[in-house]
C-alpha cells in the first residue's frame, strides 16, 4: 500500500514523486512510480537505496525498459540505472577484458566492440536494453548467449551496500534464466559487467541463415552488419512501434513431443537440445494464424508473430488479454506452453 501521500517524507532532488514510467517501458503503457530514482553515479545509486531503506520502501530496477510488461502503478521506489562508462582492463594475445556499466545502451556496447576488432558479442547487436540487464535475462540471440563471453558481474549488495563481484559461473545462467532474476531479485543492483572478447573469435554463423549471407571469408562486422539488417527486416523498432522484443521464449519439449508435433506439422521449426527439442515460438504462433492479427489497439506484428505490439493503448489490459488468447491457441493446437519472456511488474502489493 501507498504511504499516506508521505507527509512527513522528505527525498534526495533526484528522486520524484507519483511519476509516469511511461517513457520507461518500450510498451508504452502509462503507470505511475511511486517514487522514481533516475540514477547516474553509484554514489547517487547508494543513497537511493539508503533512503529506501530508511523508509521501509521496496526497491524496483530498470534500465532501458525493453524487458517489462508493467501492468499496474509501481510502489516504492523505482530505480532506472543509467550508470555509463566503457573501460578495457587489459590486453593480451588477441583478447581483452571490458567493462559495460549497466546504464549502457547494449546494441552501442556490441557497436563499440566491433569497432574495436573485438569480437565474441556480434551476433547479439540490435536486442533492445542496457548492459545491466544482459545478465538477467542471459540475452541470446543467433546461436550467442552473453553467459559465453561474460566474465563477472560486479553489483550493489542491498544488504551491506557494498560493491561485490560474482563470477560468471555464479550466477546460474540458463535459456533466458539467471539467478538475478529470481533469487538474487532483492539481494543485488548490477553495477556492471564484465565480457572477454578476442580479435580472433570463431564466428557463430549457424542460425537464422547467417551463413548463407556471408562473404567467403566473414570479418567480426559481416556478422553484425547481417545480423543488424536482418533484425531490421523482421522486428519493429521501438521508438516507432511499441514492444518489447520477443514476447515469448521458445519452449523446449521433450523428443516425444517434438516428433509427435512433427509427423502433423513436418515443417515445424525447432533446434536440437541434447535429447530435448527447441521449438521456435515464432513459428507455432504463425502456424497458429495470429501473425498480423490486430484487437483492442493491440496486435502481433504482421512480419514477426513472436512479437506483441501496443497501437494505442494506455494501459496493459488489452495485450495481457491477448497474450492468454495466443497461449490458449497454441496449447489447443500444439499442446505446447507458452512462457512470457518480459518481467511482469506493478498492480497491488
Not at 530514482?37 to 537505496?49: F, H, K, P, R, T
Not at 547479439?124 to 561474460?150: F, H, R, S, W
Request: proline share 4%; aromatic share 10%.
Amino acid at each position: 500500500m501507498l504511504m499516506n501521500e508521505h507527509k512527513l517524507l522528505e527525498w534526495p532532488e533526484w528522486i520524484s514523486h507519483k511519476t509516469s514510467l511511461q517513457s520507461f517501458n518500450t510498451f508504452g503503457f502509462d503507470y505511475q512510480a511511486e517514487f522514481l530514482a533516475v540514477v547516474e553515479s553509484i554514489e547517487q545509486l547508494i543513497a537511493s537505496v539508503k533512503w529506501a531503506k530508511c523508509h521501509d520502501l521496496p526497491v524496483t530496477v530498470i534500465g532501458g525498459g525493453s524487458n517489462l510488461l508493467i501492468k499496474g502503478d509501481v510502489a516504492g521506489l523505482v530505480i532506472v540505472n543509467q550508470l555509463s562508462g566503457i573501460a578495457v582492463h587489459y590486453s593480451y594475445d588477441d583478447c581483452s577484458e571490458v567493462t559495460f556499466s549497466a546504464g549502457e545502451n547494449w546494441h552501442n556496447c556490441v557497436a563499440w566492440s566491433v569497432d574495436q576488432g573485438l569480437g565474441g558479442i556480434e551476433n547479439l547487436a540490435l536486442i533492445p536494453g542496457t548492459a545491466g540487464a544482459a545478465p538477467v535475462q542471459n540475452i541470446g540471440a543467433y546461436g550467442v548467449e552473453v553467459k559465453d563471453t561474460l566474465q563477472r558481474v560486479t553489483a550493489l549488495d542491498l544488504e551491506t551496500l557494498e560493491l561485490v563481484e560474482i563470477e560468471a559461473n555464479q550466477c546460474g545462467f540458463a535459456y533466458r534464466e539467471s539467478k538475478f532474476k529470481h533469487e538474487w531479485k532483492s539481494k543485488y543492483i548490477i553495477t556492471s559487467m564484465t565480457v572477454r572478447l578476442s580479435a580472433t573469435p570463431t564466428l557463430v554463423l549457424e542460425y537464422g541463415g547467417l551463413l548463407q549471407a556471408m562473404p567467403s571469408s566473414p570479418t567480426i562486422r559481416d556478422v553484425f552488419e547481417t545480423v543488424c539488417h536482418v533484425r531490421r527486416e523482421k522486428l519493429p523498432d521501438p521508438a516507432e512501434v511499441a514492444n518489447s522484443g520477443s514476447f515469448f521464449k521458445n519452449p523446449v519439449v521433450s523428443d516425444v513431443v517434438y516428433q509427435s508435433i512433427r509427423t502433423q506439422y513436418p515443417e515445424v521449426v525447432a533446434f536440437v537440445q541434447g535429447k530435448q527439442w527447441k521449438l521456435a515460438a515464432g513459428w507455432l504462433n504463425d502456424r497458429a494464424g495470429w501473425k498480423g492479427y490486430q484487437e483492442n489497439g493491440v496486435g502481433v506484428y504482421p512480419k514477426q508473430a513472436l512479437v506483441l505490439v501496443n497501437y494505442t493503448c494506455q494501459k496493459a489490459d488489452a495485450l495481457l488479454a491477448l497474450e492468454a488468447k495466443i497461449k490458449a491457441s497454441v496449447y489447443k493446437t500444439f499442446g505446447v506452453e507458452l512462457e512470457r519472456e518480459p518481467v511482469l511488474l506493478g498492480g497491488p502489493v
